[in-house]
């Protein structure tokens, strides 16, 4: 089946620090990824659609300037959380759509949680 | 806007027994309902879908959700529930065509007793 993987699993830094959140699809090509935010006994919020090669798409109320969001390849789609605060403690979650049709099914990774201290 | 209710928080049952968890949606017009589930660190997978046609859907693992538009809801069913069952669920609604732009309930937690 379609793996999708996440690294790193678990990242703890300090406040004002930027942090890096890989996205991968491994064994298929994905042209669409999405990117969630899960708070603890809460819903996965979407942030955002990244489309390869293009510029993504963010939720309103998310700020694009804070989570750089960069798909540059049919594989990888990075988050990079910057100037990070602890307000953004949480557990970041993506999912991938493998080809280009819309009514595929998305795949998720297994998330990464991120401490701000 | 969309949403999705999932009223249980936490639920217990014990293996062998049947099991339900409940699912209401709100969307305007004809919704894209799905189930998942989620194992400790493991990404979210799709149970089931339903986007037209029979109201009753089956799904992997013996789970089965019925779509009742009358009620607004999706309910998903497994008539004998395994110890490998424990996990999170999670219902969650389509936006448009197909997966994009899914909108998910809060989740209910399994909790299966010998």
């Known amino acids: 089946g379609a793996v999708v993987s996440q690294h790193p699993s678990r990242v703890i830094c300090k406040s004002g620090t930027s942090v890096k959140i890989e996205c991968r699809s491994l064994?298929?090509?994905?042209?669409?990824m999405f990117w969630y935010r899960q708070f603890p006994k809460q819903s996965l919020m979407l942030m955002a659609t990244s489309n390869e090669g293009s510029k993504a798409t963010y939720e309103q109320g998310v700020e694009k300037d804070k989570f750089l969001i960069n798909h540059a390849s049919l594989t990888l789609s990075t988050l990079t959380v910057t100037s990070a605060h602890p307000e953004d403690s949480s557990f970041y979650i993506c999912?991938?759509?493998?080809?280009?049709?819309?009514?595929?099914?998305?795949?998720f990774g297994p998330g990464t949680r991120l401490t701000v201290l | 806007a969309q949403s999705v209710t999932q009223p249980d928080i936490h639920i217990t049952v014990s293996e062998g027994a049947s099991l339900e968890l409940r699912c209401n949606y709100s969307?305007?017009?004809?919704?894209?309902l799905f189930w998942y589930v989620q194992s400790p660190g493991q990404g979210l997978q799709l149970l089931l879908k339903?986007?037209?046609?029979?109201?009753l859907v089956q799904g992997i693992k013996g789970f089965e959700a019925e779509f009742k538009r009358s009620q607004s809801s999706f309910n998903l069913r497994k008539p004998s529930v395994h110890w490998s069952d424990a996990a999170e669920y999670f219902c969650a609604v389509g936006a448009g065509f197909g997966n994009e732009k899914l909108t998910f309930g809060t989740g209910t937690r399994l909790t299966i007793i010998p």
């Open positions: 064994d298929f090509q994905a042209t669409t």
């Open positions: 999912s991938a759509i493998p080809g280009q049709g819309a009514s595929s099914e998305q795949f």
């Open positions: 969307y305007g017009a004809t919704p894209y």
């Open positions: 339903y986007f037209s046609g029979d109201t």
